[in-house]
């Protein structure tokens, strides 16, 4: 079992940046996948980005590639998102989510992700 706390959200102008914090419980976080999600009002949740259990791998939606970064510390059992440039389509709920034990591959989508943490607000002004 996996518990997982998002921190960090908040408000910003259109062009600022934020940094999310996905703080895991247990023993377990080295083993999985960890996946950030979105869920903006109306709107179903989508891929935001993901980091494979090593580190050696991430992805990106495209919305976001090049403005996003996606790290972890498993010695800190914690996963971040660094959100530079950001813009107010950006504004939704943002979720972690850890899946795919040791898994090499898992698609960018939540039904690899068994585990999700309850989500933190970040709303960007325009």
């Known amino acids: 079992q996996v518990q997982l706390v998002e921190s960090g959200g908040g408000l910003v102008q259109a062009g600022g940046s934020l940094r999310l914090s996905c703080a895991a419980s247990?023993?377990?976080?080295?083993?999985?996948?960890m996946g950030w999600f979105r869920q903006a009002p109306g709107k179903e949740r989508e891929f935001v980005a993901h980091?494979?259990?090593?580190?050696?791998?991430?992805s990106y939606a495209d919305s976001v590639k090049g403005r996003f970064t996606i790290s972890r510390d498993n010695a800190k059992n914690t996963a971040y998102l660094q959100m530079d440039a950001l813009k107010p389509e950006d504004t939704a709920v943002y979720y972690c989510?850890?899946?795919?034990?040791?898994?090499?591959?898992?698609?960018?989508?939540?039904?690899?992700?068994?585990?999700w943490g309850q989500g933190t607000q970040v709303t960007v002004s325009s």
């Open positions: 989510a850890a899946g795919g034990q040791f898994r090499t591959i898992v698609t960018m989508t939540d039904r690899d992700y068994e585990y």
């Open positions: 247990g023993r377990t976080f080295r083993r999985y996948w």
């Open positions: 980091i494979s259990w090593s580190g050696g791998s991430t």
